[in-house]
C-alpha cells in the first residue's frame, strides 16, 4: 500500500503550512510525520494532533477523512447538513471544479456553522478564487482546507459528552493514520456512547 502522507518528516508540514505553528507545538528535531500525530495526542494539547494531521494529506484525502469522523460521531445533523455531505462525497470522488463550486455554494448557502457546512467549506476551499468577481482571481490559500476540516472535526467532538471525546479523538486519529498508510478508510465511531441522563 502507497502512503497517503505527502511529506517525509514532520518539520516539512511546518514549513509548507507557517500558520500551523500558532497552534502546534513544532517538532524539535526530525520526526516520522504519522508518528508525530500520535505524539502530538499524547502531550499537552492533545486536540492539535487534529490540527497537524488535518495538513498532512492532499486535499480530497484530508476532506475525506474528516467527512467520515463528522459523519461517524455527529448524530444530529439537519437535512442541510446531509447535503453538503453528499455534495462533499462527490467531490472528494470526481474532484472537477463543478463538484468544487456545487459543494462550496451549498456550505455557504446554509450558513449554519455546523462540522457538515465546516467539510463542504473545506471542499470548496480547495480551489477557486477568494474573491467574487470572476475578473479579479485571487487564489485561495493553500491551507484553507485543513483549517476548515480541523474544525469540523472540533465541532464533531464538540457535541459529543467531555467522557467520550478522548475516545472520539483516537478514533479519529487511529482512522486517519490507518488511511493514511493507504489502507480503506475505516469507520469512525465510539464504542460507548453515553446515554442522555449520562451527559447531564
Given at each position: 500500500?502507497?502512503?497517503?502522507?505527502?511529506?517525509?518528516?514532520?518539520?516539512?508540514?511546518?514549513?509548507?503550512?507557517?500558520?500551523?505553528a500558532?497552534?502546534?507545538?513544532?517538532?524539535?528535531?526530525?520526526?516520522?510525520?504519522?508518528?508525530?500525530?500520535?505524539?502530538l495526542?499524547?502531550?499537552?494539547?492533545?486536540?492539535?494532533?487534529?490540527?497537524?494531521?488535518?495538513?498532512?494529506?492532499?486535499?480530497r484525502?484530508?476532506?475525506?477523512?474528516?467527512?467520515?469522523?463528522?459523519?461517524g460521531?455527529?448524530?444530529?445533523?439537519?437535512?442541510?447538513?446531509?447535503?453538503?455531505?453528499?455534495?462533499?462525497?462527490?467531490?472528494?470522488?470526481?474532484?472537477?471544479?463543478?463538484?468544487?463550486?456545487?459543494?462550496?455554494?451549498?456550505?455557504?448557502a446554509?450558513k449554519?456553522?455546523?462540522?457538515?457546512?465546516?467539510i463542504?467549506?473545506?471542499?470548496?476551499?480547495?480551489?477557486?478564487?477568494?474573491?467574487?468577481?470572476?475578473?479579479?482571481?485571487?487564489?485561495?490559500?493553500?491551507?484553507?482546507?485543513?483549517?476548515?476540516?480541523?474544525?469540523a472535526?472540533?465541532?464533531?467532538?464538540g457535541?459529543?459528552?467531555?467522557?467520550?471525546?478522548?475516545?472520539?479523538?483516537?478514533?479519529?486519529?487511529?482512522?486517519?493514520?490507518?488511511?493514511?498508510?493507504?489502507?480503506?478508510?475505516?469507520?469512525v465511531?465510539?464504542?460507548?456512547?453515553?446515554?442522555?441522563?449520562?451527559?447531564?
Open positions: 500500500m502507497a502512503s497517503r502522507i505527502r511529506f517525509t518528516n514532520a518539520k516539512q508540514v511546518f514549513e509548507t503550512y507557517p500558520d500551523l500558532e497552534t502546534v507545538t513544532e517538532p524539535e528535531a526530525d520526526a516520522d510525520p504519522g508518528a508525530f500525530a500520535l505524539e495526542k499524547e502531550g499537552d494539547a492533545p486536540y492539535s494532533a487534529l490540527a497537524y494531521f488535518a495538513h498532512l494529506l492532499p486535499k484525502e484530508s476532506v475525506w477523512w474528516g467527512m467520515k469522523c463528522v459523519s460521531l455527529d448524530t444530529n445533523k439537519s437535512a442541510d447538513d446531509h447535503h453538503v455531505l453528499a455534495l462533499s462525497e462527490a467531490w472528494v470522488r470526481e474532484g472537477d471544479e463543478e463538484a468544487r463550486a456545487a459543494v462550496h455554494a451549498a456550505a455557504e446554509t449554519a456553522d455546523s462540522a457538515a457546512v465546516w463542504g467549506l473545506a471542499a470548496g476551499w480547495s480551489g477557486g478564487s477568494l474573491s467574487p468577481n470572476p475578473d479579479h482571481r485571487v487564489d485561495m490559500p493553500d491551507g484553507l482546507t485543513a483549517k476548515a476540516v480541523n474544525t472535526v472540533l465541532i464533531a467532538l457535541s459529543l459528552g467531555p467522557q467520550e471525546r478522548e475516545e472520539a479523538l483516537e478514533a479519529c486519529l487511529s482512522a486517519g493514520l490507518t488511511f493514511a498508510k493507504g489502507a480503506a478508510m475505516p469507520p465511531s465510539i464504542r460507548t456512547p453515553m446515554t442522555f441522563e449520562a451527559r447531564i
